[in-house]
């Protein structure tokens, strides 16, 4: 138990020195030095700072996926009522973690092909989540008829800019409940305006 605890404070220590300096001038020392532990005892735990950057974004990764719920008919919950909740608990997690959430936004893409795969591994799974979710939608009646994986882009295009804008820029103004208001908003009714030519 001790060992887990120890291993913890690690990630936690190396998650505020990440987020605050960027991967490549976080050093094993500065890790070391925020941990309040010895050189050798970091590398019981870890073999290189890449290692625990790894884990702290796999770990960051899942407990998002876990946040997204499956949207089911006939439940005590509308669907809308439904997409709110998976809304508010992804944006909830994301602000609650901000440290976390600054590395996967700003400092995981390009670091190297085998993160840039899980980055990309893991934003597929989310683009298939939601178009599956828009298409469930469109057959209901609850959606307009449009290109489900187009759709599911564009939503978490401006689901992540939302999120950079209020993680790794500390736009301020860009409050909890503007992002899930704004969000739902757009999504269930769209930007009112003249038809599209075409």
Excluded: W
């Excluded at 060992?3 to 404070?9: A, F, P, T």
């Excluded at 890449?50 to 089911?72: C, N, P, S, Y």
């Excluded at 809308?80 to 608990?89: F, G, H, L, P, S």
């Excluded at 440290?99 to 840039?116: H, Q, R, S, T, W």
């Amino acid at each position: 138990m001790k060992s887990q605890k120890r291993r913890n404070e690690i990630l936690a220590a190396a998650t505020e020195c990440f987020a605050k300096r960027g991967y490549h001038a976080t050093q094993v020392s500065d890790i070391i030095e925020a941990a309040g532990i010895a050189r050798g005892t970091f590398y019981l735990y870890f073999e290189s700072k890449e290692v625990v950057f790894r884990e702290i974004l796999d770990a960051f990764l899942v407990h998002i996926g876990e946040q997204i719920k499956t949207i089911k008919l006939g439940g005590a919950l509308s669907p809308a009522d439904q997409m709110r909740a998976n809304v508010e608990r992804v944006v909830d997690t994301i602000i609650d973690n901000p440290a976390p959430a600054k590395i996967v936004f700003n400092e995981a893409v390009g670091l190297n092909p085998e993160i840039d795969e899980k980055l990309r591994e893991f934003y597929d799974r989310l683009i298939e989540r939601t178009a599956i979710s828009l298409s469930k939608g469109m057959k209901l009646g609850l959606v307009r008829k449009t290109d489900p994986r187009i759709g599911a882009c564009i939503i978490l295009g401006a689901f992540r800019e939302l999120m950079v804008q209020r993680t790794v820029f500390g736009n301020s103004k860009i409050s909890r409940k503007a992002i899930v208001e704004g969000l739902l908003d757009v999504l269930l009714r769209g930007f009112a305006g003249m038809p599209v030519a075409g």
